[in-house]
């Protein structure tokens, strides 16, 4: 109870004060506004009696719903460079994953690349 073993991670500063208070969160995120704009698009789709029940999505790849960083494509794709040590395969699944919709935070960083060099002879 109240460990705060965790941290917020995409969550406004404004929800961690009132809602997790004293919980570590360095990335901001969300706020209520965006959490009741989540919550009135759910309850659109919950009660369109022209659309169907969804089976949901969240934790499994649902063809049609939400993205999945690791979704059918993407998997096999891996699978076909890995076990046919198939460099151009492998390519191929790079070019995937680095075009991709941002599905983690990951995918909102780029690598900056280093100044020059610091010689071996300099460090300690």
């Given amino acids: 109870r109240g460990a705060q073993l965790f941290e917020a991670v995409g969550i ?3 929800v961690v004060e009132l809602c997790l208070k004293g919980t570590v969160s360095r990335v901001s995120g ?7 704009a989540d919550q009135k698009q759910l309850a659109r789709l ?20 939400e ?15 890995v076990q046919n040590d198939d460099y151009t395969a492998y390519l191929q699944y790079a070019e995937t994953v680095n075009t991709r919709p941002v599905a983690m935070l990951r995918d909102l960083m780029q690598l900056k690349l280093a100044g020059e060099p610091i010689p071996l002879d300099e460090v300690e």
């Fill in 12 to 14: 406004h500063e404004e």
């Fill in 30 to 36: 969300a706020n209520f506004a965006d959490f009741e």
């Fill in 46 to 65: 919950a009660f369109n009696p022209m659309r169907g029940i969804a089976q949901g999505g969240l934790l499994k790849y649902v063809h049609g719903e």
């Fill in 67 to 81: 993205y999945h960083a690791y979704n059918p494509d993407v998997v096999m794709q891996l699978q076909k460079a």
